[in-house]
């Protein structure tokens, strides 16, 4: 049989760009701003947090660090055109996710009323250690531009390529500069959108006009001390606390989850917290969803007991979500690729869930 790409043109993906005024220029340099990424301007790869502070943390932080889960490069240009070259040491397959989410790149168009999908720079369908391609717009004038890091592959360099008589200058500043942090599960990192941009914390930052730090860690993110002590010393305006998932059990979760909070609260007294419980596709019922743990129900207990709890000692700026609400809506067993993870209608129920709580805590964030 033909390659379908041969048969339709619109599912061909062009890892190569014949363009002749194309001028390449680094993201590490002004007048590109990065955002969600760690020291980028020094660090040799893009990093989401201090190496020392992953490696003290587990072998899974440390390998999933270089991953670059909630990056995001602005910049304004009249380019006619926008191209990307990546170098990557390798890039992430798995068969339950596209691999335009692990290891591509999506443009969105910024405006002053919020910013709008464009296109995709689609990694070639083969592994590989970096790639090229080009988006095409249908008029030269200036626009402000988001391009979204992947969700699972590591990304040595990222090179923008321009028109060489064309214009480049910063791009959109967020209303609320200071970062949201995200802590949680492979579901925090962004397992299994379809591209970068629509992971939830994507929906959440365009909705908001928020920046963002994205510390999901499949499989590895478990309250540590060290990410706690971390995370608890950095500059931000809202904690999203959503680990439950990667804990060894409840009990391993009664032990770090309030810990790790007064940690916070030490630090940062009026730090707005929003505690989410582990979303839920179905009732907690095991011969339903083999995959959902038996104790569900125990975690969503002791993340609730730590909300009761900072209520109790007179806290207002604790916040509580329901996992069950998180795919509120019909057919919510059709939010997720495995009964597990969610998949982009999973996401956008996600976000539409979180964002009036967000909101809420960002806006006390100006009073």
Known sequence: ????????????????IDKKDVVFLDVREEPFQVYGLYDYKKEPQFLRMPKPVAEATSDGVRDLNFCTAGG?????????YVAIKTEMPYQCLMGHMALAGSAGFDLYVDGELGSSYYKTFFPPSSEGHGYEAVIEFP?????????????YSPVDNLYIGLQ?????GEGKRYRF?????????????????????????????????????????SGSAAGEDAIADYMAGLDISVFVCDYDHNALNAEHLKKTHEK??????????????????????????????PNLSNDWSARRDVIYRTYQNAKCRGDKNVYFIDGWSLYQGPDRDSCSVDGLHPNDLGFFRMAEAMEPVLRIALESTLK
């Open 139 to 151: 008029d030269r004038k200036m626009r402000q531009l988001t391009i979204n890091f992947p969700l």
């Open 260 to 289: 790790m909070f007064l940690k916070f609260r030490e630090k940062s007294p009026e730090l707005p917290i929003i505690f989410v419980t582990a979303p839920t596709f179905v009732e907690n019922d095991p011969n339903l969803l």
């Open 164 to 168: 060489d008589s064309a214009a480049v």
């Open 177 to 217: 500069e200071k970062l949201v942090l995200f802590y949680g599960s492979s579901i925090t990192q962004g397992a299994c959108a379809s591209r970068p941009g629509i992971c939830y914390q994507g929906y959440l930052s365009r909705h908001l006009d928020t920046d963002y730090i994205n510390l999901g860690f």
């Open 1 to 16: 049989m033909k390659n379908v790409a041969d048969i339709d043109k619109n599912l061909k993906v062009q890892s190569s």
């Open 72 to 80: 995001r490069v602005r910049f304004s240009t009249d380019s006619s």
